[in-house]
């Protein structure tokens, strides 16, 4: 079973940047975006952006400035580049596909395997920053 895998995440300190990963291990994706969702303790998930397949972005308006979205077809990666980070930004992110959950392809290349299914959302990863 394919499973979405996010990294980079850290602790920086405020006015800083970090650049997270999301992807699934080995495959690319052939029909599916990606969404990038963020929760800090005791808040509501929040939708931070997204990058459809054909390569349309999407941003929370309160992040569009700050906050960059892109994709590497080669091995489909997409990742979501954070810039002047702020205290407020501290949170899990997490990313799923796009399309509400609907089902996704993802081929390995150097196999020819593929994967047609729903596919789980990764763990997250942590990013805090420190005022």
């Known amino acids: 079973q394919v499973q979405l895998v996010e990294s980079g995440g850290g602790l920086v300190e405020s006015g800083g940047s970090l650049k997270l990963s999301c992807g699934v291990p080995g495959f690319v994706p052939k029909n599916c975006g990606i969404e990038w969702f963020r929760q800090s303790a005791g808040e509501q998930r929040e939708f931070v952006a997204s990058?459809?397949?054909?390569?349309?972005?999407t941003y929370a308006d309160s992040l569009k400035e700050r906050f960059a979205v892109s994709e590497d077809r080669d091995n489909g990666t997409v990742y979501l580049e954070m810039n002047n980070l702020r205290p407020e930004d501290t949170a899990m992110y997490s990313c799923?596909?796009?399309?509400?959950?609907?089902?996704?392809?993802?081929?390995?290349?150097?196999?020819?395997?593929?994967?047609?299914?729903?596919?789980?959302w990764g763990h997250g990863t942590q990013v805090t920053v420190s005022s």
């Open positions: 799923q596909t796009d399309g509400g959950g609907r089902r996704c392809t993802y081929c390995n290349p150097e196999t020819y395997t593929c994967h047609t299914g729903r596919v789980p």
């Open positions: 990058i459809s397949f054909d390569g349309a972005t």
